[in-house]
């Protein structure tokens, strides 16, 4: 098995989460979704069409910033990725703040962004936070951004397929509005898990590993994929794949 | 006498700033479309207050100084980042302070609202929000059933038109008759749509008609909708400008460090705000 980074097995899940979609865009500050996008795509043989926020080679909107929402409302936006300052076992997101009486919070986020109706819209919705502690993976969030599925019968083709971490991989069941640990990282265990969860979650009595990527992923990965997103997110590549930004691609 | 391009008056940046009252609500768009941060400076420089903001969907630096001088008194967005280069400590303070009401809401519903606006509509609805904190507290958006849904409840959301006094933004060019090049940026369009004017500022005026041709006609946004143009070259710096000129790395690192407290960004202010009168 070859060695891999973090951020390598991140973007290697995102791109298997992805399969089978025509049409995936990422967000503002999002360099993992947007290379697992790119990579799902470089994967898809053509199939899919990948839009990246912030880029110009890899962003084939031209009808001004609503176009990426009205794609969303019409349906063809298969899959996004969102965040959350807090999220919760119900998979409600804060992206506002934290604590005190809203809105002069004690802690205060950017803002919303689209969040309060993508997450509505697109059918396959990822979450996804790097940090995996009991501040960020709440009981209950302290703002509702964007609310997790109701199955209250209103209007809702969208939602999240699960909240991907650092640590795991947790898959939401949208009959029980509850996360369920589908795979734990390599280097990683169940009770870290748990211990570092604020929410209750279902969990089996024995739970894979996250699927590590092969050698031939990691050469794309570390190449073709690197150089795409580099040209939105030089830092993120400067960081994650010094080889190739050493050779001065 | 006036220069005119056009119809359109072309100032100075001073002057273009005195058309905006205290109280004026004021459309801006995104640091990718094109931020009129020349103009900002000049606003500040004017001492307005009270400005209601509405950021379209979303703002940084541009509101962050607005904020830190205290020109605001009603931000209405869907965030406030300044990305990489840190935290908005001016638009936080100012929030925590009290300072301004604070009207968040999400990109898509901006959008909306800003094309009913555009339309000459009361209202737009938006899918989503519903159990949101957002809807609960944005008590000037309503929910209804769907009327033409019969078979099932289909309860969903309506925004009231967003219609701002002015649209404020900078744009590469002009041309000789106050026709802007705006490109794909068509949130301009729609932001000047839902505005009473568009006060502009552009990197240059150039003697060419935008409207000679297919080709460019496409990417303008016509004059009627223009009430001021201001020449600014560079003037979204330290923001960038699409693919013309790039963020200013070096100089927003300062800022978000001096932005850090009340004397710091008053400092910043002294030595790029103030003292930049003459050279803009």
């Not at chain 1, 309060?116 to 009981?139: A, D, K, M, N, Q």
């Not at chain 2, 990197?203 to 201001?230: F, H, K, V």
Request: net charge negative; proline share 6%.
């Amino acid at each position: 098995m070859s060695a891999f980074s973090r951020q390598e097995l991140l973007i290697n899940t995102i791109a298997r989460l992805l399969q089978g979609c025509r049409l995936v865009a990422t967000g503002a500050s999002s360099p993992i979704p947007g290379a697992g996008a790119l990579l799902a795509r470089a994967q898809s043989g053509g199939r899919m069409r990948v839009n990246v926020l912030g880029s110009v080679r890899n962003d084939f909107l031209c009808d001004g910033g609503v176009e990426l929402f009205d794609l969303a409302g019409q349906g063809r936006l298969d899959a996004f990725f969102l965040g959350g300052g807090q999220i919760d076992g119900q998979a409600n997101i804060n992206l506002v703040g934290a604590g005190g009486a809203y809105p002069q919070t004690d802690v205060r986020w950017p803002g919303s962004f689209g969040s309060g109706s993508l997450y509505y819209l697109v059918p396959r919705v990822i979450l996804f936070r790097e940090e995996h502690t009991r501040r960020v993976l709440v009981p209950k969030v302290d703002f509702i951004s964007s609310a997790g599925p109701q199955n209250d019968g209103t209007y809702r083709p969208g939602g999240p397929i699960g909240l991907l971490t650092n640590l795991c991989w947790f898959a939401f069941d949208r009959e029980q509005c509850r996360f369920r640990l589908e795979s734990v990282h390599p280097g990683h265990t169940v009770e870290e898990v748990r211990d570092n969860t604020g929410f209750d979650f279902d969990c089996p009595a024995t739970v894979p590993a996250t699927a590590a990527p092969d050698a031939e992923t990691l050469a794309l990965m570390r190449t073709r994929i690197a150089r795409d997103i580099a040209e939105t997110y030089p830092r993120f590549v400067a960081q994650v794949f010094p080889d190739l930004a050493a050779a001065g691609d | 006498m006036t220069r005119l391009a056009g119809q359109v008056p072309v100032s100075s940046l001073d002057q273009l700033a005195a058309e905006i009252p205290n109280g004026a609500k004021i459309a801006v768009p995104p640091d990718y479309s094109g931020v009129a941060m020349a103009l900002t400076r000049a606003m500040i420089r004017r001492g307005l207050r009270d400005l209601h903001v509405v950021c379209v969907p979303i703002s940084g630096l541009q509101v962050d100084m607005l904020a830190g001088a205290g020109c605001i008194g009603t931000v209405e967005t869907s965030a406030i980042t300044l990305g990489e280069y840190g935290t908005a400590h001016r638009f936080q303070a100012g929030l925590k302070a009290r300072q301004f009401r604070m009207m968040d809401a999400t990109c898509p519903a901006v959008h909306a609202a800003i094309q009913a606006a555009g339309k000459g509509l009361p209202f737009m609805p938006l899918r989503g929000l519903l159990g949101t904190d957002l809807l609960k507290n944005r008590p000037d958006w309503q929910v209804i059933d769907n009327p033409f849904e019969t078979e099932r409840r289909d309860p969903i959301v309506l925004l009231p038109a967003i219609k701002p006094d002015f649209a404020v933004f900078h744009a590469p060019f002009a041309d000789r008759n106050g026709n802007v090049f705006i490109g794909r940026r068509r949130e301009l369009v729609a932001m000047a749509h839902a505005s009473t004017a568009s006060l502009v500022t552009v990197e240059e005026i150039r003697d060419i008609d935008l409207l000679a041709s297919e080709e460019s006609a496409a990417g303008t946004l016509t004059a009627a909708y223009i009430g001021g143009i201001a020449e600014a070259p560079r003037g979204a710096w330290p923001i960038k400008l699409w693919d013309i000129y790039d963020y200013d790395e070096a100089h927003l690192k300062l800022y978000g460090e001096m932005a850090r407290t009340p004397e710091g960004f008053a400092r910043y202010c002294d030595e790029f705000v103030h003292e930049q009168k003459a050279a803009e």
